[in-house]
T-cell receptor, first 110, second 112 residues
Framework: DTEVTQTPKHLVMGMTNKKSLKCEQHMGHRAMYWYKQKAKKPPELMFVYSYEKLSINESVPSRFSPECPNSSLLNLHLHALQPEDSALYLC?????????FGPGTRLLVL | QKEVEQNSGPLSVPEGAIASLNCTYSDRGSQSFFWYRQYSGKSPELIMFIYSNGDKEDGRFTAQLNKASQYVSLLIRDSQPSDSATYLCAVNPPDSNYQLIWGAGTKLIIKP
């Protein structure tokens, strides 16, 4: 089973809201990822949790913050987002280099 | 800078023909190569991965890797309208902590 689940599927939020995206995998993978994808662009890596170590894309603004409660869960906390943050947010997991994606959360910031 | 390049397309192929998608990469030490299919509004879905030079076949799909020339390709035989999607090439360079470098994707259109 190569299933990665993400909730919610869709999210609309205002610029003053705080919300969280959730991702879960039960494949025993030791690396999990958050990507942002704009229309007609490839996925852009935001964060990697690999063997309990966080790697950050330095271009990601601080209004995005990841949290890894355990090896199966990865959350993305959102605060004071901007309209340009509207995108498809993808979670993935991998045991080594082969990444499996969840269905994504479509985020709209008003 | 590590790069992966793909022709953005669209690539238009008649139904039943062979679709050929190409990808080149800059880091000669790269070891793992992936093809993902992405339908509009959906998440990427792994189609094939290849580690060794040569061909790897899975059903209608064949991945081809040539490390000397630094390219990887994906062939789709007997193309179906359901194959219409964007195909993303991804490469794992050395010392990358399991991160992938992504191509921009090629949009494939299969015409009935």
């Amino acid at each position: 089973d190569t299933e990665v689940t993400q909730t919610p599927k869709h999210l609309v939020m205002g610029m003053t809201n705080k919300k969280s995206l959730k991702c879960e995998q039960h494949m025993g993978h030791r690396a999990m990822y958050w990507y942002k994808q704009k229309a007609k662009k490839p996925p852009e890596l935001m964060f990697v949790y690999s063997y309990e170590k966080l790697s950050i894309n330095e271009s990601v603004p601080s209004r995005f913050s990841p949290e890894c409660p355990n090896s199966s869960l990865l959350n993305l906390h959102l605060h004071a987002l901007q309209p340009e943050d509207s995108a498809l947010y993808l979670c993935a997991s991998s045991s080594k280099w082969t990444q499996y994606f969840g269905p994504g959360t479509r985020l709209l910031v008003l | 800078q590590k790069e992966v390049e793909q022709n953005s397309g669209p690539l238009s192929v008649p139904e039943g023909a062979i679709a050929s998608l190409n990808c080149t990469y800059s880091d000669r030490g790269s070891q793992s190569f992936f093809w993902y299919r992405q339908y509009s509004g959906k998440s990427p879905e792994l189609i094939m991965f290849i580690y060794s030079n040569g061909d790897k076949e899975d059903g209608r799909f064949t991945a081809q890797l040539n490390k000397a020339s630094q390219y990887v390709s994906l062939l789709i035989r007997d193309s179906q309208p359901s194959d219409s999607a964007t195909y993303l090439c991804a490469v794992n360079p050395p010392d990358s902590n399991y991160q992938l470098i992504w191509g921009a994707g090629t949009k494939l259109i299969i015409k009935p």
